[in-house]
């Protein structure tokens, strides 16, 4: 664990309420999910929440992540708002993507979300491209100062992937390309030890996916992914390296999947011994007793924001079982920008 | 408009310098707009259609990528989320087959399934076809693929001046585009205004009018159709050839003006027949306009094989001006009641 000096407790703290936010939420949707509220697919991030929250904190409003099929945790990291999101999980038509992507495909850019992804390192090149744009951006600035798209000079790009999807040529090509044309994009290998039933000893001959990097000539960090200060410290780095033109870096974040793979999945493949050893190094667990230890708030304190978070998707639900279904030719929509034929070319 | 001379205005191009000249202007128009693809810089390209771009906008626009097809997808796709208008070349649309889950799962899906809140101004140039011997993987017409993914706009140009009107579309178009080149156009000719212009998106053409049937072709199957035109005029046979242009969106207005004038249909492409555009067509012609129909619809393509190597094994699979003729007089002399073999 990282020593807490340095930081403003209201940084720490608000580390900590992102975190419970996304336990909880993902606690609450499985529950829906149960109750029939929600029809797709859910990947509980549970277990994970330092990664999203520790990198998230490590960016600015120009910076652009992709996420995957275990994506609640990204977008909630990087600002998306819960009563948007469960009208998506709801297939609502005030959800993120008016109830045409679900938990797959939530996507907000003005979030810098470019999108949770349902393939399996589908989002590692997008992110490649949102990094070459960020890149330009800066080219841009100089000679169009005009042009809206050179405000994101600073820009990264950030994209998250599984242990999995390190074994996908998108995330070969992708970093090769990255580090070739240094562009400002830092990977962020989530290592959970499984892809989806498989243990990674299973699917890969390494331990350290990080050693990936040096076939590409960039860094390759090795992150404590269950310690949101650990994430933040290293991402932080490679933000800072990505800013100065100095390209892209691979992080390794060291996590574990607490549920199985899917919600209904009871992941009974896992050795009892190993859930045991991971749930005791639960990210948020040990993260308030952090807190706790160092005097930083109170007992009391933190009970009023774990509070302030059930309050939160307690509205959120509310306001997501309000929202009205999509009209049947609502899937006619959306096609086609309709300016440009848009539904009249189906 | 500037007052142009005669001569230049009937300047004659090819159709590789046609799209050059498309992109050129486009990169001119807006400076962020970017080209990525294999070798498209220093060496300009396989085709040579690239050529100079890089000299005249610089490394930082014409990229030349390593070979990653599905990362360069994936790079142009995110660009273009982002704002950033790029054109991508696939040097074989063969290739495309390493960047599907980019075109198909992604650049194809991301606008529905983020319920229209995001765009993407890609252009995918895929250079298709048939040229001579370069047998199963480098021959492909695989257009139909597309056209059966909502989501993506398909163009098919077939001359000098279509590819430069359509591709400045293309790149203009908030959404995907597949833009097919066929590799023997590429140094076919023809008059190219010298003044801008666009050319819209799901306008045919007709390249030849005529009266008696009319023959559906697009990409390299026209200047064949054009020929059997010719001939067949000598036999007393009026055909109209119209082509379509653009596969999506499909001008079905266009073609029913033309059945209106004929009320005959042969529908030829270089793709194989099983479930290429002509199946969709003929279903559009049979379900909407079977009224205007004096014949039953006849398909001339290309055999139901991969391409093969020799050159008269390639002759026989891909639709020759025999064949086309073939068909035409099929039609010619069948009626409603009739029936029409295979081809
Ligand atoms: C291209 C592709 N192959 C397979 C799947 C099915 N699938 C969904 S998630 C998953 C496991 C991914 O493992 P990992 O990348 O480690 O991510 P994690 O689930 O552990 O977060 C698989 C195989 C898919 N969605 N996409
Ligand atoms: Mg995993």
Redesign the interface.
Known sequence: MQSLAGYSPAFLKELYRKMVLIRRFEERAAELRSLGYIPGFLHPYIGQEAVAVGACAALGSHD?I?STHRGHGHILARGGDPRYMYAELFARRD???????GSL?I???ELGI??A???VG?G???????????K?AR??GS??PD?P?ARRADGV?VTFFGDGASNQ??FH??L??AA??RLPVIFICENNLYGEFTPQHKHQTIRDIATRASSYAVPGLIADGNDVLDVYRVVSKAAEDARKGRGPTLVECKTYRQRGHYEGDMGQYRPAEEVAFWLEADPIKNYRRLLLSGKLCSEDELKALDQAVEQELEEAIAFAKASPHPAPEEAL?????????GR??? | MRATSKAEQERRLTYAQAIREALAEEMERD??L?LLGEDIGEPGGVFGVTQGLLQRFGA?RV?D??I?E???????????????P?VAEIMFSDFATLAM??IV??AAK??????????APLVIRMVTGTAGATAAQHSQSLEAWFTAT??L?VVTASTPADAKGLLKSAIR???PVLFFEHKLLYNSRGAVPAEEYLIP??EGRVMREGHDVTLVAYLYMVPRALKVAEELAREGISVEVWDPRTL??FDREGLRRSLEKTGRLVIVHEAPRRNGFGAELAAIAAEEFFSLLKAPIKRVCGMNTPMPYAPELEQFVIPDEARIAAGVREVMRSALGSTSGGC
């Open positions: 652009y992709t959800g993120y993507n008016r109830a045409k992507g495909h996507a907000n850019i470019i999108g992804n349902g393939i589908g590692i090149p997008i992110a490649v491209g949102a990094g070459l744009a960020l330009q080219q841009l000679r169009h042009d798209r790009a040529g998108a090509e992708s090769n390309l070739l044309w929509e959306d096609v086609f920008v309709e300016s440009h034929g009249a070319l189906l | 400076p962020s970017l930082e990229l990528t390593p990653s599905e990362a360069v997808i994936g790079t142009a796709l995110g660009a273009a989320l982002l704002g950033v790029t889950d980019q799962n992604q991301f606008r529905y399934m983020t319920g229209g809140r995001t765009s909502p989501g706009k178009d908030p959404d998106l799901g999506v969106p």
